[in-house]
């Protein structure tokens, strides 16, 4: 549907920023501009702004750093919350910890450390938000955000509650606590007592990850998900396309399963590299793969 903009003031409730290049929220780089983009200072202005979309038929997206998306070339004609900044400080109870979903995953990673508390080390080093982290049950070095997350407070068709985490309400790489089936606004992780190996193993798994993923160059982290039985990296260099490149989209050569943006590249770049590398892999080796970033 059509928005007529000039018939449509904000509410004073909350501020936003007009014209906003999705290439600057997002750590692909790509992506051309949100109409709209708010930064809410509190979860009601969250609340407030899902509110007044939803009574104007206004698009919405909820982002946290937008390490996990592709923006599209054409923008985004609607107003994009960006949920990335915390709104408190995280709480400690015993071996509990409850942070806001725009808190730093990494930040609370090693926050946990410095309180005596394991079960998030291996996480540390994921870019992107709690909320973000929640939303696609982020995981790394064997571990998930499924085996820690305990109770999650969510916004839900105009309701704001906190849910117990059932079996089955996050798989790989995906939840039933993600935009725009919930918004996550806090979370509470279950953690245990540090035996002495959190620190040693968080910084192991930086190191290895320093070792191994192309951070020099923007991304979105690993495009596709992992198929059963195999890496999706170990298939996409056995098909020889590392370092294949459409326009400024490539494969990167330090990883295969990344594609990163080696400068300028457009969504319509990294969408035919995408589809150019699921082609060749599904031709040379019958796996179908799929992919794990979300599209604005
Ligand atoms: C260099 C690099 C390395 C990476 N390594 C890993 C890794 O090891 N493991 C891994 O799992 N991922 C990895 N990623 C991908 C990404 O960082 C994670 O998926 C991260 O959890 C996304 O968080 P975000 O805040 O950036 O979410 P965004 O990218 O902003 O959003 C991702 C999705 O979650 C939704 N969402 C975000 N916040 C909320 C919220 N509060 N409530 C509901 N929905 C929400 C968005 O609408 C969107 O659909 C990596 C990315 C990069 C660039």
Known sequence: ????????????????????????????????????????????????????????????????????????????????????????????????????????????????????????????????????????????????IRQILKRIRILHDGTDEWVDVKDGDLGYRKSVFSYPDAIALEAEFCLLPDDGTAYETMHDCMERRRQKQPLELPSAGSTFKRPEGYFAGALIEQCGLKGYSIGGAQVSEKHAGFIVNIGGATEADVSALVKYVQDVVRERTGVELEPEIKRI
């Open 1 to 144: 549907m059509m928005i007529h903009w000039d018939n449509i003031e904000l509410p004073g409730s909350f501020s936003a920023e007009q014209d906003v290049p999705l290439s600057e929220l997002t750590s692909f780089r790509v992506g051309g501009k949100a109409r709209f983009v708010v930064r809410p200072d509190s979860y009601e202005t969250i609340c407030d702004v899902v509110s007044f979309a939803s009574a104007n038929g206004i698009r919405c997206m909820l982002l946290g750093k937008g390490t996990n998306v592709l923006a599209s070339d054409r923008g985004f004609d609607g107003i994009i919350i960006r949920f990335d900044t915390p709104l408190h400080e995280p709480v400690f109870r015993d071996t509990s910890v409850i942070a806001c979903c725009g808190t730093s995953m990494t930040v609370l990673a090693r926050e946990t450390i410095r309180h005596g508390l394991m079960g998030m080390e291996r996480l540390c080093g994921i870019p992107g938000t709690v909320g973000g982290a929640c939303a696609m049950n982020a995981g790394a070095y064997g571990a998930e």
